[in-house]
């Protein structure tokens, strides 16, 4: 079936490096959207990427949208503490109307 | 505006029960989904509703699952009888285009466990 994967599956970080995780789709999304999720929390969408090739910032995280449209990468420069949680892709791909599949997650841990 | 808002926040009971979980979309979000998360399984699509309209249940489990949407600002997902391996946490998410152009406001989720 339609899967989204994402790598790596858990990371722990030192204040002050960099993060990355990426996002694989087996068949293309319509859009690419991100969400966080705080331990104990809830999903929050963070941003939705639509062009082949796009890329946004938010402050320290760049977002990329890959060019066939199948995978996705977010980047955070110079973690800090507030960074930790669970980091999900999402998309719908073009045959699945208006439902997101949600990839596996990325849990970020960062020491202080 | 006060959000997705999700009752129970917690919700134990026993094998056998039925469980009602609730939600209130954000007013103005035509589009509302229900998701279940665990570990092994992360975050899956259980069923969408457009306009109160069930669109998609293919993600529902088996028998047991319903879910209703008498209204545009209600929606519960029901599960009769419960068993212990329907224990997760439960969102409830409202979008207003849905997902091929819009993200989606979570709430803050019902965390059932079956005993």
């Known amino acids: 079936g339609q899967q989204v994967m994402q790598i790596p599956q858990y990371q722990h970080v030192q204040e002050g490096e960099d993060f990355t995780t990426y996002c694989n789709s087996s068949?293309?999304?319509?859009?690419i959207q991100w969400y966080k999720q705080r331990p104990g929390g809830h999903p929050v969408f963070l941003i939705q990427?639509?062009?082949?090739?796009e890329v946004k910032k938010q402050k320290r995280l760049t977002f990329q949208f890959g060019e066939a449209k199948k995978n996705s990468s977010l980047h955070i420069t110079a973690t800090q503490t507030t960074d930790v949680g669970t980091y999900f892709c999402?998309?719908?791909?073009?045959?699945?109307?208006?439902?997101?599949?949600f990839g596996t997650g990325t849990r970020l841990a960062v020491r202080p | 505006d006060a959000g997705v808002i999700q009752s129970p926040r917690h919700e134990v009971t026993e094998m056998g029960q039925e469980v009602t979980l609730r939600c209130k979309p954000i007013?103005?979000?035509?589009?509302l989904f229900w998701y279940r998360q665990t570990m092994m399984r992360g975050l899956e699509l259980l069923i969408y509703?457009?306009?109160?309209?069930?669109?998609?249940d293919s993600g529902m489990p088996e028998d047991r699952f319903s879910a209703k949407m008498p209204n545009a600002s209600f929606s519960t997902l029901k599960i009769q009888p419960s068993e212990p391996r329907d224990s997760a946490v439960y969102f409830c998410?409202?979008?207003?285009?849905?997902?091929?152009?819009?993200?989606?406001?979570f709430g803050s989720g019902t965390r059932l466990t079956v005993v």
């Open positions: 999402a998309g719908p791909y073009e045959s699945s109307g208006d439902k997101l599949t």
């Open positions: 998410a409202s979008s207003s285009m849905g997902g091929r152009t819009a993200g989606y406001t």
């Open positions: 990427l639509v062009k082949s090739g």
């Open positions: 007013s103005g979000h035509d589009y």
């Open positions: 509703f457009n306009n109160n309209v069930p669109i998609d």
């Open positions: 068949t293309t999304l319509s859009n």
